[in-house]
């Protein structure tokens, strides 16, 4: 068979060649139009998705605009109702302070009985110039308490009462006090304000061992303690043995605050071999800064005659301003924490 001619072996090539060419360029025409038409697609999915994000951008930045007005809302308002409460327990806490005289120590009832008497003295009268004076501020409980004894610049003995529900924090606050005593509640002939935890005529000896061991517990560096009313308490003999015992193994120091004048204090003392301490004064049995005054007068003229001498006092506004106002006749005697007489 003969060849086909060279010209149309060349018109074959070309033609092939040419095919070849259109499909190469079809098929690059298809996947550039496919990229282009995914690209479109996808860039309009991104773009749907940036705007979605933005979206939910501007929406977690409104909520969180809101979020922050209403929790600064709610922090000023809890803070208000903090301030609003930690008022009105001052206020109250004041108002109890105000609200019991003084005299509810020995006679809550009757508003004109006067001290029972101070232990007589039987040292003979002091050879010296001056005197000792102690002065105790009883029933501490409160901050303000404190602050009030504290402004009157004297080196006065703060007795704080145990912790209750009316006053939790009295222990906390001595913490920052040196030479405090505690002013520990005992049974009285008749008071309805009692504390809550009150030492008993019927208290055993474990009772009572447990009280002075929570009280040194809660005051670890207490050395004296003198009674809270306590005038039926004290005037019980077989009471006063078991608790003046326990006190002595336990190191502490018994100051009887003589709220009556049957007080046993002195006789138990003297059958353990301790020297008894007792108070002389109280400076705020009457209202009034020149009541206190004339009782402050009184404190010193005793420390002065028999070389030391104890008076008792509380907290209270005209107590207070009395102190400020006796400076003058207060630098007579020293004025001394109950270990230095």
Do not use: W
Request: hydrophobic share 40%.
């Amino acid at each position: 068979m003969d060849k086909p001619p060279f010209s149309f072996r060349i018109f074959l090539t070309l033609k092939n060649l040419i095919f070849i060419l259109s499909v190469l360029i079809a098929v690059l025409l298809a996947v550039l139009i496919g990229y282009f038409i995914g690209f479109n697609q996808v860039q309009e999915k991104l773009d749907q998705e940036r705007e979605e994000t933005q979206r939910l951008m501007a929406q977690i930045e409104k909520i969180s605009k809101v979020d922050s007005n209403v929790s600064e809302r709610v922090t000023r308002s809890q803070l208000h109702d903090a301030q609003a409460e930690k008022l009105k327990k001052e206020l109250k806490e004041l108002l109890a302070h105000e609200a019991v005289s003084a005299r509810h120590e020995y006679a809550s009832k009757d508003k004109d009985a006067l001290p029972p008497p101070a232990e007589p003295r039987t040292e003979p009268p002091a050879k010296v110039c001056g005197g000792k004076l102690v002065i105790i501020m009883d029933d501490v409980s409160y901050a303000h308490d404190v602050a009030a004894i504290r402004s009157t610049g004297l080196p006065l003995v703060m007795s704080f009462l145990p912790p209750s529900p009316r006053h939790p924090e009295s222990a906390e606050l001595a913490a920052s006090v040196s030479g405090y005593m505690v002013h520990l509640p005992m049974e009285a002939v008749a008071y309805n304000q009692e504390e809550p935890v009150t030492l008993r005529i019927t208290d055993s000896i474990e009772m009572i061992t447990k009280q002075i061991t929570l009280i040194k517990r809660l005051y670890p560096n207490v050395k004296y303690i003198n009674n809270h009313t306590g005038s039926k308490f004290t005037s019980d003999e077989g009471a006063m043995d078991r608790f003046i015992g326990v006190m002595k193994e336990n190191g502490l120091i018994f100051v009887d605050s003589r709220t009556i004048a049957a007080s046993k204090g002195k006789i138990i003392d003297a059958k353990y071999g301790l020297r008894y301490l007792g108070r002389d004064v109280f400076l705020d049995h009457k209202d009034g800064v020149a009541n206190v005054k004339k009782q402050i007068r009184e404190a010193i003229a005793i420390a002065k005659r028999h070389g030391s001498a104890i008076a008792i006092g509380h907290p209270r506004p005209d107590t207070i301003q009395a102190l400020k106002e006796s400076k003058d006749i207060l630098n007579q005697v020293q004025i001394v924490r109950i270990d230095q007489i």
